[in-house]
């Protein structure tokens, strides 16, 4: 089965400081990875789409210099939060997708970020 | 835009009884999957059930059936002898058939939680 791996499940930083969340697909090579941020007791709301080998597309919001995403190779996507503010604390999810044919996309299992 | 909407924040089940969550959806496209997916307190989210819109036979996978109304752009979830371990957030979800990088994200309803009594 397709397995994506999210590292760190959980992360505390200093407000003013980067953090960097990796999500990495395991037995298959993803073509297109997903970042959604959930709030507590809310939906998933998307964030950003990385295709592998190009530039992320930010959802109207989203602050891309805020939100670096890097999808450099087919197994590899993350997502940088720089200089954190406590409002930047939430839970975040990768979800990846093998190819533009396949209809299973598969989840992360999130990391929860606290900015203190 | 496609947009998701499930109206039921809470629903709660006595175990072994049924239970329905609703789903209603807005999109001009004619072809799309709809996907219920679970995220129980480890908040990792776990795919129920999906339904390709070209289908009219209603997905079914053991005790988790949908009843799927194109037409009137409806998407309910049946989750049949409901379980202690069916508790959860249950989120619908919608994506694009198209096969272009663009629009082929996964948009989410706003959920329900689901309580099961004992």
């Known amino acids: 089965g397709a397995v994506v791996s999210q590292h760190p499940s959980r992360v505390i930083c200093k407000s003013g400081t980067s953090v960097k969340i990796e999500c990495r697909s395991l037995?298959?090579?993803?073509?297109?990875m997903f970042w959604y941020r959930q709030f507590p007791k809310q939906s998933l709301m998307l964030m950003a789409t990385s295709n592998e080998g190009s530039k992320a597309t930010y959802e109207q919001g989203v602050e891309k210099d805020k939100f670096l995403i890097n999808h450099a190779s087919l197994t590899l996507s993350t997502l940088t939060v720089t200089s954190a503010h406590p409002e930047d604390s939430s839970f975040y999810i990768c979800s990846a997708r093998k190819s533009l044919a396949n209809y299973g996309y598969t989840f992360g299992s999130g990391t929860r970020l606290t900015v203190v | 835009a496609q947009t998701v909407t499930q109206s039921q924040p809470e629903m709660s089940v006595q175990e072994a009884e049924t239970v329905t969550l609703s789903c209603t959806y807005d999109?001009?496209?004619?072809?799309?999957?709809l996907f219920w997916y679970k995220q129980p307190p480890s908040r990792q989210m776990i795919l129920v059930i999906r339904q390709e819109a070209y289908k009219q036979q209603n997905a079914t996978e053991n005790r988790f059936s949908v009843n799927f109304q194109k037409a009137a752009k409806s998407f309910s979830l049946k989750i049949s002898d409901s379980q202690l371990g069916d508790a959860a957030m249950y989120f619908c979800?919608?994506?694009?058939?198209?096969?272009?990088?663009?629009?082929?994200?996964?948009?989410f309803g706003a959920g329900t939680r689901l309580t099961v009594k004992p």
């Open positions: 979800a919608y994506r694009s058939a198209s096969l272009t990088y663009n629009n082929n994200d996964m948009r």
């Open positions: 037995d298959f090579q993803a073509t297109t």
């Open positions: 999109t001009s496209e004619s072809d799309y999957y």
